[in-house]
Nanobody, 116 residues
Framework: QVQLVESGGGLVQAGGSLRLSCAASGVTFTTYNLGWFRQAPGKERESVANTNYSGRNTYYADSVKGRFTISRDNAKNTVVLQMNNLEPEDTAVYYC?????????WGQGTQVTVSS
């Protein structure tokens, strides 16, 4: 059974940092594209950042460029989202995603709340 488990969410003041981590079991990340999505109350889920299987190619939403960094460790089967200079607008549930062709897996989500 495939499981993606996120950790690292919490409450932080604006300008602070959080580090989200996603660990996989039941699947090997090596060939998967990995990403982080978020969903704020009343809004659709949106892509925040993703990285290809090698980690050489990354994508960031305009709203997080220069503040968030996605990285992967294929040996540890993990993907990390380092979030710096957080803003209240970053408040959302953050989800880890792994995708390879038609195969796609989601974590259960972790809450990030940024107070002003």
């Amino acid at each position: 059974q495939v499981q993606l488990v996120e950790s690292g969410g919490g409450l932080v003041q604006a300008g602070g940092s959080l580090r989200l981590s996603c660990a996989a079991s039941g699947v090997t990340f090596t060939t998967y594209n990995l990403g982080w999505f978020r969903q704020a109350p009343g809004k659709e889920r949106e892509s925040v950042a993703n990285t290809n299987y090698s980690g050489r190619n990354t994508y960031y939403a305009d709203s997080v460029k220069g503040r968030f960094t996605i990285s992967r460790d294929n040996a540890k089967n993990t993907v990390v989202l380092q979030m710096n200079n957080l803003e209240p607008e970053d408040t959302a549930v953050y989800y880890c995603n792994a995708k390879l062709g038609a195969r796609e897996y989601w974590g259960q989500g972790t809450q990030v709340t940024v107070s002003s």
